[in-house]
Structures are given as C-alpha cells and as structure tokens.
C-alpha cells in the first residue's frame, strides 16, 4: 500500500498537461473509478464500503465527463471520508454541487479546477 495520499480522479483519463499529471503522480496516489463505478447507485455504494480508503481530494479535471453521480449532494457528501479537504472541478458553474454542504464538511470547493493547486 502507498504512503502517499490519494486523489480521487473522476472522469476520463488525462488528455492534456500530462506534465502536471506526472507531477501530481509523483506526490499523490490516483484512483480513477471506471465509468461503471461513477453510476449514481454504483459509486454511493462504493463510498460505503470505503473501497478507494481514505482519499484526501477529489478532482474531475473535464467539464463533459466525471458526473455519472449525479448531483454532488448531502446524501453523497455524507458518504466522503473525512479526509477529503479540497473537491475541485472543471467548469464555471457550480449548480451540480452543494457547495453549502461541503463547506460544512471542511471541504474547499474549486469550480475552475487549478489542478497546481495540489501539487
């Protein structure tokens, strides 16, 4: 098991700045669920049962993929680990997610997505 902290990726794998994704690999372990798990039903389940561990931020880099959850809302933040402080999105809106909820939750939400920002 690795000793760096986890990132869980949602979406579609990297398609571009494949530098700052070597960097983020260097200092982070990343999970990318397949898009089965990402199904609402599928990936409540998966939170449940902890199967990607205690993942300290979550990251949907591309606008067009990565939501198959549905809405980010209480019933799905409930189910993050603790560990999650920083959810950051591709996007401008933030209308998909609570970001209400998250904040109570020690989360910091980014809807332009600095990917730096955990490097």
Request: with cysteine; aromatic share 10%; proline share 7%.
């Amino acid at each position: 098991m690795s000793s760096k902290p986890s990132i869980l990726h949602l979406g579609d794998p990297p398609r571009w700045h494949a530098d700052l994704y070597k960097k983020l690999e260097t200092n982070f372990t990343i999970i990318r669920p397949s898009a089965e798990e990402r199904e609402r039903p599928a990936f409540l389940q998966a939170l449940k049962e902890k199967r990607w561990g205690n993942f300290v931020a979550i990251m949907r880099p591309f606008w067009n993929t990565g939501g198959e959850m549905g809405r980010t809302d209480r019933e799905l933040i409930s189910l993050l680990p603790d560990s999650v402080k920083v959810y950051g999105s591709a996007g401008a809106g933030f209308d998909w997610v609570d970001t209400d909820i998250l904040a109570e939750k020690g989360n910091q939400y980014s809807g332009a997505f600095p990917m730096c920002m955990l490097c």
